[in-house]
């Protein structure tokens, strides 16, 4: 088992440009999230989705879109970067039963490390 | 106002001893889980150890243990024995009814031998 993979490891980017970063879980996981991480702050989340076909914003949603492709992938999509978007960027997955979410244990990918200059 | 805070930005520990990670929390909801998290420098977040609102023991993970203190919304990890391998980032976190996972700031754990 993989577990959660993410591509690129690392991308430089120019203000206004475009790109999707990809994740991938082999655990038959139910729920994806997208996250990032800025210097000295824990993660906050961009985006999740619930289940395969749903898809909800987090804390931090602005300038980000998402798509569930199907139940194993989850991606972020950054339709004109900006220097505020340079991060580090998690994805994870959770198995999400229903009605457990407080028990339902978040595992990450390697991360995404993103320069917008 | 913040849900997870870790108060410790920094923090030293000699190979063998064991270390305390300081977490406090904010909630009002009745069921809710905790997680620690650790970071190491090559950056991928490992979960460590998971302790749930209503469990009345406190969660114990190898040399990873959580000393939860409900009434004090205190949830802090012990490391016992420190390795070099445990110096990393700490992570705080806690999830409600809800799919967000809330992280504190994270505490950096440097073990010298």
């Known amino acids: 088992n993989a577990g959660v993979t993410q591509t690129p490891k690392f991308q430089v980017l120019k203000t206004g440009q475009s790109m999707t970063l990809q994740c991938a879980q082999d655990?038959?996981?139910?729920?994806m999230y997208w996250y990032r991480q800025d210097p000295g702050m824990g993660l906050r989340l961009i985006y999740y989705?619930?289940?395969?076909?749903?898809?909800d914003k987090g804390e931090v949603p602005n300038g980000y879109n998402v798509s569930r492709l199907n139940k194993r992938e989850f991606s972020l999509r950054l339709e004109s970067a900006a220097p505020s978007q340079t991060s580090v960027y998690f994805c994870?997955?959770?198995?999400?039963?229903?009605?457990?979410?407080?028990?339902?244990?978040?595992?990450f990918g390697p991360g995404t490390r993103l320069t917008v200059l | 106002a913040q849900k997870i805070t870790q108060t410790q930005p920094g923090m030293f520990v000699q190979e063998k001893e064991a270390v305390t990670l300081d977490c406090t929390y904010d909630?009002?909801?009745?069921?809710?889980?905790l997680f620690w998290y650790k970071q190491p420098s090559s950056g991928e977040m490992i979960f460590l150890i998971y302790?749930?609102?209503?469990?009345?023991q406190n969660a114990t993970e190898g040399r990873y243990s959580l000393n939860f203190q409900k009434a004090r919304k205190s949830a802090n990890l012990v490391i016992s024995a420190s390795q070099l391998g445990d110096s990393a980032m700490y992570f705080c976190?806690?999830?409600?009814?809800?799919?967000?996972?809330?992280f504190g700031a994270g505490t950096t754990v440097t073990v010298r031998a």
């Open positions: 655990m038959n996981h139910n729920s």
């Open positions: 976190a806690m999830r409600e009814n809800d799919y967000k996972l809330s």
């Open positions: 994870a997955s959770s198995e999400a039963p229903g009605g457990l979410l407080p028990r339902d244990t978040q595992y």
């Open positions: 909630t009002s909801d009745q069921s809710y889980g």
């Open positions: 302790q749930g609102s209503y469990d009345e």
């Open positions: 989705s619930a289940s395969e076909g749903t898809t």
